[in-house]
């Protein structure tokens, strides 16, 4: 099973639709959690940080389930502007810290 | 809005070359890394400074590479001996904490090996 594993997309979706994206994460001692967001040849840039409790931003909510291992990105409302990739970052803990990206999930959002 | 600088922001070289890839991170960060991201895969984590020493690294960060902080403000990655597979983005980050601490990113070098 692949460390931090994402459905890479592309996720096609109207302008004003809701999209969901989902993590699984493999290391159950994993502590922090990350979604960010890159552009095409640009950096990553975090969108937000996940907690336990769940967090929201706008139109952005992040969730995280520890007993199944994942977190998901919840956009309400997409707008043209967010057609990226995104980036679902997890990092263990435990005698060794070292961040795991996964690979991305693909939104391009449509008129 | 402070942010991570690096240079250059493309760098190409002849397969065995030597090469330096500059980074200069957030003034008050107090931990640095370096990323790889070959055309089309993931971010891949290949190390990270803390107090002028190594504090992780990965598998992909063998005796080619080195990283150094030769005075108060850069930080670089040395990759000695290139090979064709080391074409890729090299990012830069920093942070001020550890674990849960956002990293800002650099916008990158891209290294072509010819």
């Known amino acids: 099973r692949k460390e931090v594993e994402q459905d890479p997309g592309p996720f096609n979706v109207p302008e004003g639709a809701t999209v969901a994206f989902n993590c699984t994460y493999s290391?159950?001692?994993?502590?922090?959690f990350f979604w960010y967001r890159q552009d095409c040849r640009k950096e990553p840039k975090l969108l937000m940080s996940?907690?336990?409790s769940g967090n929201e931003d706008g139109r952005f909510t992040a969730q995280l389930n520890r007993a199944s291992q994942y977190i998901s990105l919840l956009i309400r409302d997409s707008k043209l502007s967010d057609s990226a990739t995104y980036l679902c970052v997890v990092n263990g803990r435990g005698g060794s810290y070292i961040p795991t990206f996964g690979r991305g999930t693909s939104l391009i959002v449509h008129p | 809005e402070p942010e991570v600088t690096q240079t250059p922001s493309h760098q190409v070289t002849q397969m065995g070359q030597e090469v330096i890839l500059r980074c200069v991170p957030i003034s008050n960060h107090l931990y640095f890394y370096w990323y790889r991201q070959i055309l089309g895969q993931k971010v891949e984590f290949l190390v990270s400074?803390?107090?002028?020493?190594?504090?992780?690294k990965s598998e992909i960060f063998d005796d080619q590479f080195s990283v150094e902080r030769p005075d108060g403000s850069n930080f670089t990655l040395k990759i000695r001996s290139t090979k064709l597979e080391d074409s890729a983005m090299y990012f830069c980050?920093?942070?001020?904490?550890?674990?849960?601490?956002?990293?800002?990113f650099g916008p990158g070098t891209r290294l072509t090996v010819l």
């Open positions: 400074f803390y107090n002028n020493e190594i504090s992780e």
């Open positions: 980050a920093s942070s001020f904490g550890l674990e849960g601490d956002e990293q800002f």
């Open positions: 290391n159950s001692a994993s502590q922090s």
């Open positions: 996940v907690y336990s």
